[in-house]
């Protein structure tokens, strides 16, 4: 995941919410959804990366935010900008952690050439990252 960044984010932590703001656009082709992607250690930038937001709750081990508001945005191409509420105590304590974003693409289906649909079970199984966002630390506390 780390060699494939191809844009920048912006991240920070105001009153118990991490904000993320972007400026890729996705492709014309098949766009699914955003992704929000954290290291649930802090201090740890070479972790793996869990899923914390996404169109669809895809049920992470440490923190996933199911905001009904938060993922419909995060399944709409004009959005730029999210604000996931995220407390220490729901991660592993204060720290350092490191953030992407990634722009989500739906495969196509190989018996007729087209997409598959944008729902839930299809985006589980028929979804492909496009690409995504270098790495931004932002301290939680």
């Not at 290291?39 to 923190?63: C, D, K, M, S």
């Not at 993922?71 to 953030?99: C, D, F, H, N």
């Amino acid at each position: 995941m780390t060699e494939r960044s191809g844009f920048s984010i912006n991240t920070d932590y105001k009153a118990g919410r991490l904000e993320i703001s972007w400026s890729e656009e996705p492709s014309d082709k098949d766009f699914a959804g955003y992704e929000v992607y954290m290291i649930p250690e802090p201090w740890n930038e070479y972790g793996t990366y869990e899923v914390i937001a996404a169109r669809y709750n895809l049920h992470p081990v440490h923190f996933f935010c199911n905001d009904i508001i938060l993922m419909s945005r995060l399944g709409s191409r004009s959005t730029k900008y999210v604000s996931i509420p995220v407390l220490p105590s729901q991660l592993k304590g204060e720290g350092e952690y490191y953030v992407r974003v990634g722009i989500i693409t739906m495969d196509q289906d190989s018996n007729t050439k087209n997409p598959y649909p944008v729902n839930e079970p299809n985006y589980k199984q028929h979804s492909s990252l496009e690409s995504i966002s270098g790495y931004k630390p932002v301290y939680i506390y």
